[in-house]
């Protein structure tokens, strides 16, 4: 009983002043802490609801306001609002199984020590474990670590088209350890967090068709690059592609002269993922003026036939 002095009431004595009976206080004890920890989890579980609920709304707690991490959540550029929102659920649930866990612990200790256990090896022995743990499993922390700041600095989330180095494909799956991704093939690939040195996100906040149009050096420039811009500007004022396309496209000019021709640039800002739809269409609308006008895309070899083999 003198271990739970300060949590349990004198109503435990019996009338004078006599002490409940072992096998009856220390049950009584633990049911107590059992009680105590649950209770306290569920105020840390409704506390992380709540930062959870703020943060999904784009409303940062002032506590992280000032942080990077507050500056992802507050994102409120269109389309941050889905990623913002998963974001948010993510944090939340990796704060409370850490909470979970902690609580657990802490009142597993306390049991055993109301049984007659002495917990004070078992403190230090948390201690060695934690330390031999950090030189044994510097792998699994630093992959724990690279995926908890991945979440929280937003560098991708579930649906991003990713460039990881060793991988590229579409992002299926982001956990604390392991990120899962399909590439175009369909071939899943499996990565730790803490073998990503770079990340290249195609599909963060928007995109941008790139377009480099070869002509032979018999044609008119000036009048190629006309139409790049009335057809890439036809598709931006197209109803079908009016969330699609979201600035006004741009013809940069000459970008290169080749050994076919004349290498000219067009491009378009798009929406997350749809570069490659826009650029798959605006060839063909393009291929379709350039027969119209006469200009000529070099090509070498004739087609129908297959090219001509290295030597």
Request: charged share 30%; aromatic share 10%; hydrophobic share 45%.
């Given at each position: 009983m003198s271990h739970l002095g300060w949590l349990l009431p004198a109503q435990w004595n019996l009338p004078g002043d006599r002490e409940l009976p072992w096998y009856v206080a220390t049950p009584g004890a633990i049911v107590v802490i059992i009680v105590v920890g649950l209770l306290f989890r569920w105020l840390v579980n409704r506390a992380i609801d709540r930062v959870v609920r703020r943060a999904s709304a784009g409303t940062v707690p002032g506590v992280i306001a000032g942080t990077k991490a507050g500056a992802v959540l507050a994102d409120l550029r269109p389309g941050a609002g889905e990623r913002?929102?998963?974001?948010?659920q993510t944090m939340g649930s990796i704060l409370k199984s850490i909470a979970g866990g902690l609580i657990f612990a802490i009142v597993i200790v306390m049991a055993l020590d109301q049984v007659g256990v002495n917990i004070a090896p078992i403190i230090a022995s948390a201690g060695i474990v934690g330390i031999a743990l950090g030189f044994?499993?510097?792998?699994?922390?630093?992959?724990?670590?690279s995926g908890i700041f991945m979440i929280l600095e937003d560098q991708y989330g579930v649906g991003d088209s990713v460039d990881l180095g060793e991988a590229v494909g579409t992002v299926?799956?982001?956990g604390l350890r392991v990120t899962r991704l399909r590439d175009v093939d369909g071939t899943v690939w499996y990565v730790r967090n803490g073998e990503i040195l770079r990340v290249g996100n195609q599909s963060q906040n928007w995109a941008r068709t790139v377009l480099d149009i070869t002509v032979?050096?018999?044609s008119n420039l000036d009048q190629v690059q006309q139409l790049l811009q009335e057809e890439a500007t036809a598709m931006y004022e197209d109803e079908r592609y009016h969330d699609i396309i979201i600035e006004a496209p741009e013809v940069w000019g000459v970008e290169r002269f080749d050994k076919d021709g004349a290498v000219v640039r067009v491009v378009l800002k798009t929406a997350p993922l749809q570069q490659w739809p826009v650029a798959r269409a605006l060839r063909q609308r393009i291929k379709a003026r350039f027969d119209e006008a006469g200009i000529h895309i070099p090509t070498s070899f004739i087609p129908g036939q297959p090219p001509a083999e290295e030597p």
């Open positions: 913002r929102q998963q974001r948010a044994g499993a510097q792998n699994l922390v630093k992959d724990f670590l299926e799956a982001v032979a050096y018999e």
